[in-house]
C-alpha cells in the first residue's frame, strides 16, 4: 500500500528535512516547512505514531572508528527448513558487524552488509557465524574498494496521487 499518498506536502516536507538534519527543532523544522510550530509538532508526533518515522540515528563514519573494510555477502542455504532458517536469521541477527541483512530472491538466499575492522575479522565472522551453520551451502563475499555514495535517506517524491 502506497501510504506516501496520504501525506500532505508539510509532512512530505517535515520528512524530507528529517532525513538531512536529525537534529532540527521543531521550531527550525517549521521554518523549513512552512507552519508554526504546534501543527509542525502534531504532523511530527503524528508521523512517529504512524510509523513513518522509525527512529533518530547519528550516522557515523566506519573509517575513524577502525572499521573501514565494508563486506557484501551473499549466503546461498543448502536447507531451508523453518527451525534452519530461523536459527541461522538468529545468529546473524545477534552480530554487531552485520548492518544490513536480507532475504534475496535470485541466486543467494541472504544478502549481508557486514563491516570489520580486516579481512582477517571477516575470516572469523565467517568461520564463527556462517560456516558453522548446518544450514550453510555457500558464501560469495565482495569487499568494498571505496565508498562512492551511502546515505539512508529516501527519495519522497511528488507524484500521481500526492498532494
Keep these: 500500500m502506497n501510504e506516501i499518498a496520504g501525506l500532505d506536502r508539510h509532512e512530505r516536507a517535515i520528512l524530507v528535512a528529517l532525513q538531512q538534519d536529525a537534529r ?30 522509525r527512529d533518530y540515528v547519528a550516522r557515523l563514519d566506519g573509517q575513524r572508528l577502525g572499521l573501514g573494510q565494508t563486506v557484501f555477502c551473499n549466503i546461498v542455504l543448502a536447507r531451508h527448513n523453518r527451525p534452519d532458517l530461523e536459527a541461522f536469521e538468529a545468529v546473524v541477527l545477534a552480530r554487531p558487524e552485520v548492518l544490513e541483512f536480507y532475504s534475496m530472491t535470485g541466486g543467494a538466499d541472504y544478502l549481508l552488509r557486514i563491516v570489520t575492522r580486516s579481512p582477517a575479522d571477516y575470516e572469523a565472522f565467517l ?26 535517506a529516501l527519495p519522497i517524491a511528488e507524484g500521481p496521487g500526492i498532494n
Design 127 to 152: 568461520k564463527e557465524v556462517i560456516f558453522s551453520s548446518p544450514a550453510f551451502q555457500h558464501v560469495n563475499s565482495n569487499f568494498a574498494l571505496r565508498e562512492i555514495k551511502h546515505t539512508s
Design 24 to 53: 532540527l527543532s521543531v521550531q527550525q523544522l517549521a521554518e523549513i516547512v512552512g507552519l508554526s510550530p504546534s501543527p509542525t509538532w502534531r504532523r511530527l508526533k503524528s508521523l512517529e505514531q504512524r510509523g513513518f518515522i
